[in-house]
């Protein structure tokens, strides 16, 4: 089996050709490809099929070639993936499957429009957040409030003063299973300034992870919230780098760096 390393951010992930959906992609698979010590090592998978050749997104076929099947790092499946969808466009670009320009992709939280030239970073349109009211996190024994905030998955977006550089997210934070019967993504956030904020995030299905696409933008809709706005353009400072998240009247996008790093053949996955 082929595969590619690729990060955003240092949110990295598996990448799985299989143009004709060859593959059944089992979670026993999943977790040996993202296993840091005995496999690849990532995040998450993004295996790349044709849309029309899988039926739960085959009605977005008509506005993208491609489909982003994500996997979390333990096997489970997820709706979306903000720097997962910059690293699949790039791969798209990189390996002459899409031509440079704008192009959609399809996710199971519907199809998302990135732009990219030959180098540089990748935006992606991530769609209009819908905030949800304020749900609640508990982390090394301290209770921290939040925007609940729906990104085609689901965020708890905290700005705290307890500098997030202290904390330890190696467990998963509490939160609240009747406002999130499937899990959530839980964001800690301090203010730089204004415009810029700090974040660490732990995943739902995978950890604290160096990154999160998806978690930048409900930060910035967290912070843009605190401050009594909706719009603008909000720095996101990340463990593995920055994000540049801008919010308008009717969606929002997510800009940074797509690299990819590695590529080879798998010689054997449990599972498949």
């Not at 598996?14 to 999943?30: E, H, K, N, Q, S």
Request: aromatic share 6%; charged share 20%; proline share 5%.
């Amino acid at each position: 089996m082929r595969f590619v390393k690729g990060h955003g951010t240092q949110n990295d992930f598996v990448i799985i050709p299989d143009p004709d959906a060859a593959l059944d992609l089992t979670p026993a698979a999943v977790a040996a490809l993202c296993h840091r010590r005995a496999g690849i090592g990532g995040d998450g998978v993004l295996r790349v099929v044709r849309t029309k050749l899988c039926p739960e997104v085959a009605d977005q076929a008509g506005r993208a070639e491609w489909f982003m099947d994500y996997r979390n790092a333990d096997g489970s499946v997820a709706e979306m993936c903000g720097n997962g969808v910059r690293v699949f466009a790039r791969y798209l670009v990189a390996s002459g499957l899409a031509a440079p320009g704008e192009f959609g992709v399809a996710t199971r939280a519907g199809v998302r429009r990135v732009r990219l030239a030959a180098e540089g970073d990748v935006t992606v349109d991530m769609g209009r957040p819908r905030v949800l009211g304020e749900s609640r996190t508990t982390v090394n024994g301290r209770e921290f409030r939040g925007l609940n905030v729906n990104m085609g998955n689901p965020h708890l977006a905290c700005l705290i003063d307890d500098p997030v550089a202290g904390l330890d997210l190696t467990a998963q934070p509490g939160f609240d299973r009747d406002v999130y019967p499937d899990g959530v993504n839980v964001e800690l956030i301090n203010r730089v300034d204004d415009r810029t904020v700090s974040m660490r995030v732990h995943e739902r299905g995978s950890g604290e992870t160096r990154s999160c696409g998806t978690g930048a933008v409900a930060t910035a809709v967290a912070a843009a919230h605190a401050a009594g706005e909706s719009i603008g353009t909000w720095a996101v400072r990340v463990l593995g780098g920055a994000v540049t998240i801008t919010l308008d009247e009717e969606t929002s996008y997510l800009s940074g760096p797509a690299v990819l790093v590695a590529s080879g053949e798998w010689p054997a996955a449990p599972g498949l």
